[in-house]
Each structure stands twice: as C-alpha cells, then as structure tokens.
C-alpha cells in the first residue's frame, strides 16, 4: 500500500506504547503501597516482572502489538464516524466513476492512485466483484498520492469523464507501463478513440482541478494513509490491496449488517 500521509502515526503507537511501559514499571509499586505492599514486597514484585520480560520477551511485543491494534481500531471507528457524518459525498458523486449497480445497496468506496502498482493490482478482482454482485454500487475516487506524475494522470483521468470515456481510459492508462508524460496520455487517448488536444486542454478545467481536490480532501477527512483503500458501506475501512475472496467476504458482512 502506497503511502500518503507520512507513517508518522505508527512510530506514534509505538512510542506510545513504550512510555506505557515504562511508565507502568514505575507506577505498579506505587499502586501495590495503596495495597498494602512492603517496600520490600514491591521490590521483588519489580524483579519478578524484569526477569520475565528478560526470560520472555514476547511479552513486551504482545504488548505492543495489542496497544497498536487498539489505535489502529480507533482510528478506523474516526474514520467511519466521518464517512458516518457526510454519506453523501463518499457514496454519490457526479464526477466519479461509478460501476456495478448506480442504484445497488452494497455501496463501496475506493480511493485509488493511477500510478500504484496496488491499485493497478486490483483492478481486474474489482472488475470480477462487479460481474459477482449484481446489487454493487463501486464509486472510484481517484487521488494523486504519488507525486507531480499523479497529478498529471488523476488530471487525465477525469478529463476523459468529459468525454464519456472515464473507465476505457483509466483502464488503458494504468495497464500502460510507460512514463508518465503528455506524449504517453496522447498516445493513449487516441487508441481509445478520444480527442487528445481536448483531453489535454480539460485537464486544466476548473471542474476537473476542483474534483481532484475534493477527492483529496475526503481522504484527509478519513486520515487516509494509502491506496488503494476501500470503504465497505458505512461499516468497514479495509486498507491495501486486498484479495478478491477478501472483498467479497466485506460485502458479506455489509449484506448481513443491512
């Protein structure tokens, strides 16, 4: 999964959990005093919990594991309250893509970078996932992530929706493993069959500059880290790029969760 903020978050946890630690070593005999404890009681209590970190150091990365799986979960609960707070803008969209059922109750969310190998991974398991689940609604949210190359085919991207050619584009354009460059996207636009100068033209439009923008902006809202990402209704936040199986096991669970 292709980073977009800094991972800034999971030294966080893990510092986190290290002052706990630390801080729990010291403060567990002041705890036992208030239980009665002599002091040297608590000594060999500190001394029991120095050799079975010495003896069992699994100890000390369960514990790690344990507190960033709980920051992770709530991160993921801050993340779906605002999917929660604004539905419309993650499941309705008018520049977006949107394939599978427009109408379908299985509503998914995915923010994806044209230029991450993840992304480009994934593309034919959602194609599959489509033809598999008939009440599917998919709306793709591209965002540049990568760089100034990402913007330049996110840019592309959208531009093409004006032209009614949004999908055989986007799917030319990331099977393409060619450089990114304003050759390669005339190159591309003209096999399938759009008009070039207006393709390179729209992806200044405002609308298109705008779109790119507010795409962005919802990923921040959900402290997005990567791509691809996907949102699973308003129930799941599944990171990466996850399995076929995986995906239709999520929208099993939404099924279920009505």
Known sequence: ???????????????????FLLLGSTAAPARA???????????EIVEIMRNALKTDPSILSDAITALQAKASAQKATSALEAVHKNPAQFGDSTTDVVLGNPHGKL????????????????????????AAEPDLKLVEKVIPVLGPNSVMDTQAILAAGLQ??????????MADPASASTDRIRRIALHVGLDPDRLLSDMKNPKVIA?????????????LEGTPTFIIGDKEIIPGAVSYDE???????????G
Request: net charge positive; hydrophobic share 45%; glycine share 4%.
């Open 107 to 130: 509503k998914v969310v995915e923010f994806y970078d044209p230029r991450c190998p993840y992304c480009r991974k994934v593309l034919a398991d959602l194609d599959k996932l489509v």
């Open 33 to 43: 005093a208030d239980s009665g404890f002599t002091p040297t009681q608590r000594a």
């Open 211 to 223: 779109a790119a923008s507010h795409n962005l902006e919802l990923a921040r809202s959900i402290d």
């Open 164 to 173: 009614n050619a949004y999908v055989p584009f986007q799917k030319a354009l």
């Open 1 to 19: 999964m292709k980073k977009l903020i800094s991972s800034s978050f999971r030294p966080l946890a893990l510092a986190g959990a290290a002052c």
């Open 247 to 257: 995906l239709r096991a999520a929208l099993g669970r939404l099924r279920k969760a």
